[in-house]
């Protein structure tokens, strides 16, 4: 356990400098945007690692369950704590220690910063639908730092 | 159905998700920048800010760890528990220089390289992980040295061995708060 404590040190600095990157050279409302941009191409391909020598998942539910549990281990080596459905196409997963946020200062004010560090994170769960061929719009919300909640709308309905 | 699955080694995985990321942080600067040179600037800026605050991680953690005299102590600490702690390799410490401010470290495999290939336009002008030159820079900084850290080798570049040179540049006096005696 101590190793990784070391490694995730390293991955959110770096994380933390390509926010801080992306305000500075492309301004701070394109953050979102890049920072998706970026997530997305790694969540992609760690699923096409991740996935190769596996049966692929076919359910969209079992999908969704891969992001809350696998994909979810692979970012913060733990489970995503909730995961709510309306059984029409929208799911929320819910993480109540955001692991990006929880070095960002939790006061009323950083609302607006938190989305910076919840952005690369939705990027990633949009590329990893994407590489199972599950195409969804993917948004996060911050209400009470930093219990952060992702929602996942399919693209298209479910038959 | 039990799900067939290939075992998950969580420090491959972790790896695995590092240097994807700054693959594409790496390949997103190359968009942004027209000059390879420019991205090594940004890398090595980078991870300067990593390593001023990575290194209180650092010491926290190695309650062995003494204040160093020499810089043959400093390379020892560097790769046998810095390298191994934030990367998971040790590199090899070699090349001293005669007067001893200068050696260098020689990574055999370097965990941010896996799987990438340079484009051709900065085949030899890019150095790939110059992150970890801001990082050691940064760190050294913090404990009152002054070093210059680059890379002379990549093995990306179609050179022998990936290599940082590290010269010593000299010892950094606390300076004073500005309004201070």
């Known amino acids: 356990k101590q190793w990784y404590q070391r490694r995730v040190r390293v991955f959110d600095s770096l994380h933390h400098q390509m926010v801080l990157y992306f305000e500075t050279a492309h301004g701070p409302d394109q953050v979102v945007q890049c920072m998706e941009k970026l997530g997305y191409r790694v969540g992609f391909s760690l699923i096409e690692k991740a996935t190769k020598d596996e049966a692929r998942v076919k359910e969209d539910v079992d999908i969704v369950k891969y992001i809350c549990k696998d994909l979810w281990n692979m970012l913060f080596r733990k489970q995503a704590d909730n995961l709510k459905t309306n059984h029409t196409g929208t799911f929320v997963i819910q993480d109540n220690r955001f692991r990006f946020l929880t070095r960002v200062s939790q006061s009323e004010q950083y609302k607006q910063r938190g989305e910076l560090y919840v952005a690369f994170t939705c990027g990633v769960v949009k590329g990893a639908l994407a590489n199972f061929g599950l195409p969804c719009s993917v948004t996060a919300e911050i209400d009470m730092s930093p219990t952060v909640k992702v929602t996942l709308t399919l693209q298209q309905p479910p038959i | ?181």
Not at chain 2, 51 to 66: K, M
């Open chain 2, 1 to 181: 159905m039990s799900r067939s699955r290939s075992a998950v080694d969580p420090k491959r995985v972790s790896s695995e998700l590092f240097s994807l990321t700054y693959g594409c942080m790496v390949a997103q600067l190359l968009k942004d920048f027209e000059n390879p040179e420019e991205v090594n600037k940004q890398l090595d800026t980078m991870g300067y800010n990593i390593g001023v605050r990575l290194i209180d991680d650092f010491l926290a953690h190695t309650p062995s760890v003494t204040r160093c005299t020499t810089l043959e102590e400093v390379a020892e600490i560097l790769c046998k528990q810095g390298f191994k702690m934030f990367l998971g390799i040790v590199p090899e410490v070699r090349n001293w220089s005669a007067s001893k401010d200068k050696f260098s470290l020689v990574i055999s495999e370097n965990p941010l390289a896996e799987y990438v290939e340079l484009p051709p336009h900065c085949q030899d002008t890019l150095w790939y992980s110059n992150i970890i030159c801001g990082v050691i820079r940064g760190a050294l900084e913090m404990v009152q040295m002054d070093v210059k850290c680059t890379f002379v080798g990549d093995t990306l570049r179609g050179n022998d061995s990936t290599e940082i040179e590290i010269k010593f540049v000299k010892i950094l006096e606390d300076s004073l708060p500005a309004g201070e005696d």
